[in-house]
Nanobody, 128 residues
Framework: QVQLIESGGGLVQSGGSLTLSCAAS????????MAWFRQAPGKERAFVGA????????YYADSVKGRFTISKRNAKTTVWLQMDSLKPEDTAVYFC?????????????????????WGQGTQVTVSS
């Protein structure tokens, strides 16, 4: 089994920055990719970004391109999400996810059902 724990959420002003981290723990796992999703009140869980574990290639939702950066650490099973130029519409619970399944298409990274491990989420609130 794999456990994912997010941290770094909080309250920031519009235009500010915040960095989230996701630590993965478990005796054995073969992670292919890790990702961030977010869910605002009354909304479906939406894709934010993903990074492949081997190549480090990253994919982003259009709404966060140029503002958010997802990265990984080779020495640790950790990924982080650096968020800059935050907007009130970025307010949501942010979830870390991991998958051991190799997607057929890069857009498969956007689908929640392609991930088999999830964190509990961390709240990000951006004030106007």
């Amino acid at each position: 089994q794999v456990q994912l724990i997010e941290s770094g959420g909080g309250l920031v002003q519009s235009g500010g920055s915040l960095t989230l981290s996701c630590a993965a723990s478990g005796r054995t796992f073969n992670t292919y990719a890790m990702a961030w999703f977010r869910q605002a009140p009354g909304k479906e869980r939406a894709f934010v970004g993903a990074v492949t574990w081997t190549s480090g290639a990253a994919y982003y939702a259009d709404s966060v391109k140029g503002r958010f950066t997802i990265s990984k650490r080779n020495a640790k099973t950790t990924v982080w999400l650096q968020m800059d130029s935050l907007k009130p519409e970025d307010t949501a619970v942010y979830f870390c996810a991991a998958t051991t399944w190799r997607p057929d298409f890069y857009r498969d990274y956007e689908r929640t059902e392609k991930y088999n491990y999830w964190g509990q989420g961390t709240q990000v609130t951006v004030s106007s």
